[in-house]
């Protein structure tokens, strides 16, 4: 069994508000996520920030659990209640993600998690006090993106073990790598861009023009 967990419960502090409530094409940005995925999955859990658990009409199949403090605190909930073999955790702020991704980035194989990711095109630059240090190797970067799937008994592991530590990790994966688990990577595109500022809403509406959602 697979549990699908959709992260749609952040504060938005750089966006300026809660950008998973921002209308993208007509509806909430976390709509564009949830929508791709309804009857997909054996189980999908939304979650919200606690005053708005109650705020959107949902289909019945959609089990909402109550967001944390931090990403991390949000996924540990919804850990508690998934009750798949497998998980897959997905950040609403990416309306873009395929629904072939989402199958793909289930199929572990040998792996304890996979995620979805794109090579890095760009010269990457270490710097320090407005001076270039060095310019890095960029053959083996990638920049990790959502969904990304584990094994829910091991991520459930990794997440008690950081909160012991006072860990806080920026993914899940990041997780898993801390405590010696093998992770894979799943090619991603560039077009499943992540909402962080409110001009990336100009970039979403182009990318969804390009790919049908407009129609």
Known sequence: MISLILLSAGEG?????????????????????????LGKFEEIILVLPPEDLDSFKLPQEVKRVQGGKERQDSVFNALLEAKGDIVIIHDCARPFASLGLFQKVSQLGEY???ITA?????????VFQGMIIE?????????????????????????????????FATDDASLLERYGYKVGIVESSPLNIKITYPEDMLLAEAIGRVLGYGA
């Open 135 to 167: 310019t890095v190797d960029r053959s083996n970067l990638w920049l990790a993106q959502t969904p990304q799937a584990f094994k829910r008994n091991i991520l459930l592991e990794c997440h008690f073990r950081g909160r012991d530590e006072g860990f």
């Open 112 to 114: 304890h998690g996979k």
């Open 118 to 126: 794109i090579p890095v095109r760009d010269t990457v630059k270490r």
């Open 13 to 37: 502090r750089r966006f300026g508000k809660r950008k998973q409530f921002e209308r993208l094409f007509g509806k909430p940005l976390f709509m564009h996520s949830l929508e791709k995925v």
